[in-house]
């Protein structure tokens, strides 16, 4: 693991991409830190983590969009399958070389909390806290655009994928507005998130047995939850939606009310997508 991720960081600093990610890292968050700290005396350094967080949109896509696209594309991928290596330490490696330029490009801007320190008090514990929020937002968009990173060939394709499906974490909260909370859309909901279960253990495992028992075990826990009571699918897109908001969760740490839940949340989040960029890569590997 310790090799894949020397690898991948010197391939970060001898190409553009680590540079492109720090300098318009540092543009951006430089930017707002001035005009919202600044230039307006405001001491509240957390509002600004909280308002640049919708950078890693455009950044997290060129960091991760050639992780595995590239090796696939070059055909290298094989030579990392064959070594001795495991594919466990194969991803793992490949996601922390592009935490640690993440991380590497963070620990700059702790120069602007020791800037605003010299023109009175800062509340430390809050700005550690919004750092550790910040940063696991980021690591889990990073494991996102890992996993799109292993389902294509093509660099631009992943990228533009990794935005999207980052673009939809930013604006899930605004769709709560418009999407329905009745019993039947609730129902079809569950459907559809039972369907794309099923289907992700189908591409996992190629097991129509499995597959199939999985579906029926599925639609019969939608049905058996309609006639115990169908009351629970009131609302149930309305709460998905809210569980699986990374902005809501992010929220207390810029907030300054640290709590062990959202820890638990982000940390599992990153867990669930480098396992699934696991299965990915070894489904690739028997086949």
């Known amino acids: ?60 896509p060129i960091l991760t969009m050639r992780l595995l696209a590239e090796e696939s594309r070059q055909k290298t991928d094989q030579l ?59 690591s889990s968009f990073i494991a996102v655009g890992l996993f799109i990173s292993s389902l294509t060939e093509n660099q631009v394709v992943a990228a533009v994928v990794t935005f999207s499906a980052l673009l939809l974490f930013w604006i899930i909260d605004v769709l709560q507005q418009v999407l329905p909370n009745d019993t039947t859309s609730g129902i079809i909901f569950t459907g559809l998130i039972v369907a794309g279960v099923v289907f992700l253990i189908y591409r996992s495992i190629k097991n129509y047995f499995l597959t199939v028992i999985s579906a029926l075990v599925g639609i019969g826990g ?50 669930l997508f480098i396992f699934l960029t696991i299965q990915m890569i070894e489904k690739r590997r028997w086949n």
Not at 91 to 116: E, Q
Not at 225 to 233: A, C, L, R
Not at 247 to 266: A, C, D, Q, Y
């Open 1 to 60: 693991m310790i090799a894949v991720l020397k690898r991948e960081l010197k391939t970060y600093f001898l190409t553009p991409t680590g540079y492109i990610f720090m300098g318009f890292f540092l543009l951006i968050s430089g930017f707002f830190f001035a005009i919202g700290n600044l230039f307006s005396a405001n001491p509240n350094y957390n509002s600004m983590l909280g308002t640049i967080n919708f950078v890693f949109m455009i950044l997290v």
């Open 80 to 138: 990392l399958l064959t070594s001795p290596l495991s594919v466990t330490e194969i991803v793992l490696g490949k996601y922390l070389a592009a935490v640690a330029v993440f991380l590497l490009t963070v620990a700059v801007t702790c120069i602007y909390p020791i800037i605003l320190s010299f023109f009175g008090s800062i509340a430390v514990s809050e700005i550690v806290g919004g750092y550790l929020g910040f940063i696991l937002l980021g």
């Open 222 to 271: 939608i049905t058996a939850g309609y006639f115990i009571n169908k009351q629970i699918y009131d609302g149930i897109i309305l709460r998905f939606i809210d569980w699986i908001s990374l902005l809501k969760r992010f929220e207390p740490f810029w907030r300054g009310n640290l709590s062990l839940s959202p820890i638990v949340f982000f940390l599992s989040f990153i867990a």
